[in-house]
């Protein structure tokens, strides 16, 4: 999967219980050396979720990188598990000339492809582990993009100095607060400018973390949104992802001054069979996985 969204608190366990860690999956090196026991649903601030977040990506960095690395391609943009390509899909418009930063970027395969395709991109992260990685590809591809180790939570970027930005699921299912990271681009982005971002659909939220037939069927209300925190033995977070219902995004964006000019919701393609965590073919042919706001800046 993109993310662990919701693995183990929403494998059919009551809300608000803290539970044994058993389930063997990839995560499981990066568990191991965090300390996780098991799962809270309580409320987790911004500095107490970036700090998890931050120690789980470089935790989790070269198992990452290993499983989803060959699918997402050194220089290529890939929007989401049900493999929908910016070469397809050009929701950013034409990126030629234009100064685009791409947030969460991992390995930064996006902004690869964007420089590939004439833009001049930045590339920023939370975690010097994936940044390793993306600096790793810089290498092997040539393509050498600027790197920067931040929080999307305070960009270190000029007032008005980008033209566009993007995410392929990167930092905003982690922050506490989109409204931060929201208001942070409409400083960097010139009036007028795109911000698309792709996240896990929202109605996944209701269903296990399953990617089988115990993934149809639904256990969590979707108004819940306490956060999904896995914990170590001190009960400290060392990883958080919140959950936000489709309403919440569009009163985060507009209330930050961008406008939602399409809401797209990638289908499942014939023949695709690659499973990522929770996203597969079984349920990709039945609900939605990914949600990907296509916004612009408002003029003024
Ligand atoms: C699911 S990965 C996606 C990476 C890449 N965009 C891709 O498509 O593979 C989430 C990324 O968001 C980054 N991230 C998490 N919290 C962040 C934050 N507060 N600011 C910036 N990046 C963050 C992680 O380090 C990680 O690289």
Known sequence: MRHKQGRLARAGNP????????AQDRHDSAEHRLGTVGVAARPVGAREATAANLAWWDADADDYQAEHGAFLGDADFVWCPEGLREADAALLGDVRG????????????????????????????????????????????????????????????????MDAACSAFGALPFVASPR????????????????????????????????????????????????????????????????????????ALTSAGFVLED?????????????????????????????IFVTRRADR
């Not at 809300?15 to 044994?20: A, K, Q």
């Open 98 to 161: 234009r100064r685009v930063v791409e947030i969460g970027c991992g390995q930064a395969a996006c902004a690869r492809w964007l420089a590939a395709s004439g833009a001049h991109p930045v590339a920023l992260d939370l975690s010097g582990g994936m940044l390793r990685h993306a600096k790793q590809a810089n290498a092997r591809t040539g393509i050498d993009i600027p790197l920067l180790q931040a929080s999307a939570e305070e960009l270190p970027l000029a007032t008005g100095s």
């Open 263 to 291: 809401l797209v919701e990638p289908e499942w393609p014939e023949g695709h069979s690659r499973v990522w965590g929770q996203w597969s073919p079984l349920r990709g042919k039945l609900f939605p996985g990914t949600a």
């Open 180 to 251: 931060t990271v929201f208001a942070e681009l409409h400083r960097v982005l010139r009036p007028g400018s795109p911000w698309v971002f792709s996240v896990t659909h929202p109605m996944r939220w209701i269903f296990p973390d399953d990617p089988g037939p115990n993934g149809l069927t639904a256990t969590q209300p979707y108004f819940d949104r306490t956060p999904y925190v896995e914990v170590d033995a001190e009960g400290r977070a060392t990883y958080v992802e919140y959950h936000r219902t489709l309403g919440d995004w569009v009163r």
């Open 15 to 22: 809300l608000g219980e803290n539970r044994t860690v058993t």
